[in-house]
């Protein structure tokens, strides 16, 4: 088929899609969704950033060399933002308790979602994000977790969280206790809050 008939073909065709066509193009991208989720098992993976050449370059990275940054960062705690990666990276948390349009599907389910958000992190901002769906609705054990997580990230993300008792646990918990920047988009008119150091 030339362009011209191409052209004809799209000029002539009805503007109204027939019955089942709007239903049968909306569940496509859910389709393809699935088979790229097997495909690729996910969407997030761990890469080194450090050049390794050979095993020897694990002494530098592992053992030996790495109890040196371990003893900087012991001598000096806020070393710990310029010798690891804490500095770029953030936690997504969620208790899968409100995912999207989709209500309490749970922590397993709200994974492919949270790992969404990491690869928004990652494309849009060069931030690298880890998702963490916990197998709790208590608020108090929520609120726990978060705070034991504060030595390894950046910042944290509270995300699709529906009981607004867990993201206040969270935020009153963390005001007191964490030293890194939180938020949370449980409550849509509410921007996430940052604490200083």
């Known amino acids: 088929m030339d362009m011209q008939e191409q052209i004809l073909e799209t000029a002539t065709k009805p503007s109204v899609p027939a019955r ?32 390794i050449s050979d095993a020897r370059d694990f002494a530098y ?5 790495v109890a ?10 806020s070393g710990v933002w310029e010798l690891t990666n804490k500095a770029n990276l953030i936690a997504i948390v969620s ?13 397993h ?17 060069g931030v690298d994000a880890v998702a963490l769906c916990l197998a709790t609705q208590d608020a108090r054990e929520f609120a726990r977790t978060v705070q034991l997580l504060e030595p ?22 963390c005001a007191r206790r964490c030293r890194f920047p939180y938020g949370t988009m449980t409550n849509k008119d509410r921007p996430p809050r940052c604490l200083p150091d």
């Not at 088979?35 to 950033?49: C, I, N, S, T």
């Open 109 to 125: 389910a709200g994974l492919p979602v949270m790992e969404g958000k990491a690869l928004l992190f990652k494309y849009l901002g």
């Open 61 to 65: 990275w592992y053992t030996p060399g």
């Open 152 to 173: 390894a990230f950046g910042a944290i993300n509270l995300e699709d969280i529906a009981h607004n008792l867990a993201a206040s646990a969270c935020s009153t918990s």
């Open 95 to 107: 208790d899968g308790s409100r995912v999207l349009g989709l209500g309490n599907i749970g922590p």
């Open 20 to 51: 089942g066509e709007p239903e049968a193009r909306a569940s496509k991208p859910g389709e393809e969704s699935v088979r790229l989720h097997a495909f690729y098992r996910g969407k997030m993976q761990v890469v080194p950033k450090c050049p």
């Open 68 to 77: 040196a940054p371990c003893r900087a960062i012991q001598a000096d705690p």
